[in-house]
Structure formats: structure tokens, C-alpha cells
């Protein structure tokens, strides 16, 4: 770990065990349960797509603005506080079903952060991979993007996952937009992917 990295101050850490630069790490502490053996009839390629568009349309939209997009979500649920503690990892916070066609994705804002993710139950791991990176890749004005971790990690029975977290970085400011992703191999997690963007100033 990282000198000086203070889980209470940051709480969110790798699924891997491992740091991120920067004192942010690739991904809050979310569990990757395994799910029942339920066969599920989604197109995972659809799923990644829906899940990039939740994060880039409402977490990275607005993640200057957490408040108006609490008010932007009217027409998701709310889970209940039990619920939502799967999506928050060792936050508080709250998470919301997103309304799609697609699958089941919540959105979660943790407190006291200025921070929001969005978790997918299904995906097609390679597309999100490629529509993250895409992304993310192309920073907006005034910003510039850089790579600041890409690893795998091993969960087991479950397979592995991976990792890969940039960095938007303005020139003359201290302050950075971190954007991770985290893909599990299989479709028999409860979550297998996890898009997450928070402002850092470290």
C-alpha cells in the first residue's frame, strides 16, 4: 500500500488487493458473490453498452453536480438500505435501480464523496473493456488523460478479473477525475462489472 493512504479516509480499494496511484484505488470494495446458477437470456453485448451509457450519461455527467443527479434519477428505485449496502462497499451512501431493457444495473453515490458507480449484473466483458477505454481515453477540454493502472486479479473459482483505471488531469490545477473499470471473466457473478468515476485531489 501506497505511504500515507488512509483507508479512513478513502475507503475503496482494489477486488486484487492492489493500489492505484494517486492515492485512488481501481475500485470501491464491492463483493463479487457468486449468483445462483439461474441461466439469464440478456445480450451481454447490449448490457455493456447500457452500462457505459448509465455511467457516462449520469456518473460522469454529473459528477461535479451529485445533487442534481440524485434529482435526476426520479424514475429509478431507491433500494433499501440493506440492499444497497452490497453496492456501496464500506460506505454509506445511497444505490438505485436503473430503468433498462437490458439487465439489472444500480447506481450508487457514496457519502461524503464526490464520487458515483454503476454496477452490472451481465456484460460482455471485451466490449465494455473497449467502450471504457474509448472513453475514457478521450479526455474533454481542457483535461488530459492518462493510464494510471491496468491489472488482473483472481477470484478464485470464480475466474479472474481486470482492472483499469485512468486519470482526466487539468494542467494547472491539482484536481483529477479518476475513471476505473472492473470486468470479472465469468457471467456467473452476482456483479460482474463495476464502472466508477470520483474527483481526487490528492
Same mark, same amino acid.
Given at each position: 500500500?501506497? +505511504?500515507?493512504? /488512509?483507508?479512513? *479516509?478513502?475507503?475503496?480499494? #482494489? !477486488?486484487? $488487493?492492489?493500489?492505484?496511484?494517486? %492515492?485512488?484505488? @481501481? ?33 460522469? +455527467?454529473?459528477? /461535479?453536480?451529485? *445533487?442534481?443527479?440524485?434529482? #435526476? !434519477?426520479? $424514475?429509478?428505485?431507491?433500494?433499501? %438500505?440493506?440492499? @444497497? ?44 473493456? #473497449? !467502450? ?56 456467473? !457473478? ?13
Amino acid at each position: 500500500m501506497k +505511504k500515507g493512504f /488512509d483507508l479512513k *479516509d478513502w475507503p475503496a480499494y #482494489s !477486488l486484487a $488487493g492492489r493500489c492505484v496511484d494517486l %492515492t485512488i484505488c @481501481a475500485i470501491m470494495a464491492i463483493p463479487l458473490a457468486l449468483a445462483s446458477s439461474t441461466c439469464f437470456a440478456e445480450n451481454a453485448e447490449l448490457q455493456a453498452q447500457e452500462l457505459q451509457g448509465i455511467f457516462e450519461n449520469f456518473c460522469v +455527467k454529473y459528477i /461535479d453536480d451529485l *445533487d442534481g443527479l440524485k434529482s #435526476s !434519477l426520479d $424514475g429509478a428505485s431507491t433500494l433499501p %438500505t440493506e440492499q @444497497a449496502e452490497k453496492y456501496l462497499g464500506l460506505s454509506a451512501g445511497s444505490s438505485w435501480v436503473m430503468p433498462s431493457e437490458q439487465g439489472f444495473f444500480v447506481l450508487s453515490i457514496p457519502e461524503g464523496q464526490e464520487a458515483c458507480h454503476v454496477t452490472a449484473r451481465r456484460v460482455d466483458p471485451k466490449m465494455a473493456e #473497449s !467502450l471504457f477505454v474509448n472513453f475514457a481515453a478521450s479526455a474533454p477540454a481542457l483535461y488530459s488523460a492518462r493510464k494510471v493502472a491496468d491489472f488482473d486479479g483472481d477470484l478464485g473459482d470464480a475466474g479472474s478479473m481486470h482492472t483499469i483505471v485512468y486519470a482526466w488531469i487539468q494542467n494547472d490545477s491539482i484536481k483529477k477525475i479518476m475513471l476505473g473499470l472492473t470486468v470479472g471473466e465469468r457471467d456467473v !457473478l452476482d456483479i460482474q462489472a463495476v464502472a466508477y468515476v470520483k474527483i481526487s485531489t490528492r
